[in-house]
């Protein structure tokens, strides 16, 4: 059974770069036809779909989100990465590292979440 | 404000049954599978639906999806303590291009 698990900077100041992993145990990253993503959940507030990526490198980003965000991929380490620059306040939020398969959008694995507050 | 529209909050008694709706557009919900997630407080999302009526290895058959045009509803019988959580709808939107969420219901169990 597939594991999500991501690591990274519980505080990051304004205008700085947020950056998280996400690494997978129990599958690979490379299996066709997962994609890979990123969720967010301000305090208090619904989900926030951030992007995707799968293991070929292919991306899609939320346009509300596309100027500052970059997902990465590293397949010897079975991870993928978020980038998002010039964090505000309004980026503090738990993401989420997600996966669904196919053209089915049904996030069937998820992390336990990571807090990132902006703040400085 | 969000693309996908749920109740904000329902409320019902051990043993009732509640019905959740997820209303979209011709972009969304009328055109893509829907999917619907619980959270538990403090805890990620899990999915319970998927392809608007299909339930996961694992999830009672207590909870049940279906769709009608640019509708969708997650049903709950026989609904436990244990019930109580956020409950999120989401599929892609094809106008946007992004995958869209409803601002979540609050489950009670009374």
């Known amino acids: 059974q597939v594991q999500l698990q991501e690591s990274g900077p519980g505080l990051v100041k304004p205008s700085q770069t947020l950056s998280l992993t996400c690494t997978i145990s129990g599958g690979s990253i490379t299996t066709d036809l997962y994609y890979w993503n990123w969720i967010r959940q301000p305090p208090g507030k619904g989900l926030e779909w951030i992007g995707y990526i799968l293991y070929t490198g292919t991306t899609n980003y939320n346009p509300s989100l596309k100027s500052r965000v970059s997902i990465s991929v590293d397949t010897t380490k079975n991870q993928f990465s978020l980038n998002l620059a010039s964090v505000t306040s309004a980026d503090t939020a738990v993401y989420y590292c997600a996966r669904f398969y196919g053209v089915d959008i049904a996030f069937d694995s998820w992390g336990q979440g990571t807090l990132v507050t902006a703040s400085s | 404000q969000s693309v996908l529209t749920q109740p904000p909050s329902m409320s019902a008694a051990p043993g009732q049954r509640v019905t959740i709706s997820c209303s979209g557009s011709?972009?969304?919900?009328?055109?893509?599978?829907v999917s619907w997630y619980q959270q538990l407080s403090g805890t990620a999302p899990k999915l319970l639906i998927y392809?608007?009526?299909k339930r996961p290895s694992g999830i009672p058959d207590r909870f049940s999806g279906s769709k009608s045009g640019t509708s969708a509803t997650l049903g709950i019988t026989g609904l436990q303590t244990g019930d109580e959580a956020d409950y999120y709808c989401?599929?892609?939107?094809?106008?946007?291009?992004?995958?869209?969420f409803g601002g979540g219901t609050k489950l009670t169990v009374l």
């Open positions: 989401g599929t892609w939107d094809n106008s946007l291009n992004v995958v869209v």
């Open positions: 392809d608007n009526h």
């Open positions: 011709s972009f969304n919900v009328g055109k893509n599978f």
